[in-house]
Each structure stands twice: as structure tokens, then as C-alpha cells.
């Protein structure tokens, strides 16, 4: 089984930084993208970053210039840089991966459970 596993979330002022770290692990023989989603109370899920396997990176609009998406591959991680964080930076911030298990596998996308990152005076 394939696994997810976010950190690094947590209760940060505004103006403050954060940075969230998602570890896949189990049965994987290649990772393409893999991204941040962040979803508030009562609102869609939404993009917030991307980045491929070979470093390509996209961000949501609202975070450009503030937020910076890394990935290390030999360790199957992606990291999320996050700085001049603001209120509504607020949500739940969700790990999502497109990858295969082995060379002939389909393409398959897994989610993390989640990090609360609340910034907040």
C-alpha cells in the first residue's frame, strides 16, 4: 500500500512561516507530479502548488512569490515553503501524488490526510 504522510503544520502569526513536508512511502516504483491542495472550512478544494518529477513547478495565483514547492526525489518527499503567510492562508493543506507502482501499472493518485496550518494573531 501507498502512503502519504504530511508535517509540519501548526498555528503560525501572520507574516510567519511555515513549512509542510509529505513522505510517500510503501510500494512505489515512479512518482510524477505531486502537489499541495489546501481546503477551508466551508470552501472548495483548491490547487496550491504543483511540481514534476522533472521540476516543473505551478503555483495557485494567491500564492505566487510567497510560497515555494520542492521536492526531493530520492527520498519521495515534497516540501512546501511557506512565507508572509496571511489569514487566509487558513486550511487544511493536503499532499496529492500521481505515480505507479510498477513499470507497467496505470497511473494512480493518492492523498495525504491532511495538516491544519492556522495563522492567526
Known amino acids: 500500500q501507498v502512503q502519504l504522510v504530511e508535517s509540519g503544520g501548526g498555528l503560525v502569526q501572520p507574516g510567519g512561516s511555515l513549512r509542510l513536508s509529505c513522505a510517500a512511502s510503501?510500494?512505489?516504483?515512479?512518482?510524477?507530479?505531486m502537489g499541495w491542495y489546501r481546503q477551508a472550512p466551508g470552501m472548495q478544494r483548491e490547487l496550491v502548488a504543483a511540481i514534476t518529477s522533472l521540476g516543473r513547478t505551478n503555483y495557485a495565483d494567491s500564492v505566487k512569490g510567497r510560497f515555494t514547492i520542492s521536492r526531493d526525489n530520492a527520498k519521495n518527499t515534497v516540501y512546501l515553503q511557506m512565507n508572509s503567510l496571511k489569514p487566509e492562508d487558513t486550511a487544511v493543506y493536503y499532499c496529492?501524488?500521481?505515480?505507479?507502482?510498477?513499470?507497467?501499472?496505470?497511473?494512480?493518485?493518492?492523498w495525504g490526510q491532511g495538516t491544519q496550518v492556522t495563522v492567526s494573531s
Open positions: 496529492n501524488a500521481d505515480l505507479i507502482v510498477t513499470m507497467t501499472s496505470p497511473v494512480l493518485n493518492y
Open positions: 510503501g510500494r512505489i516504483f515512479s512518482i510524477y507530479t
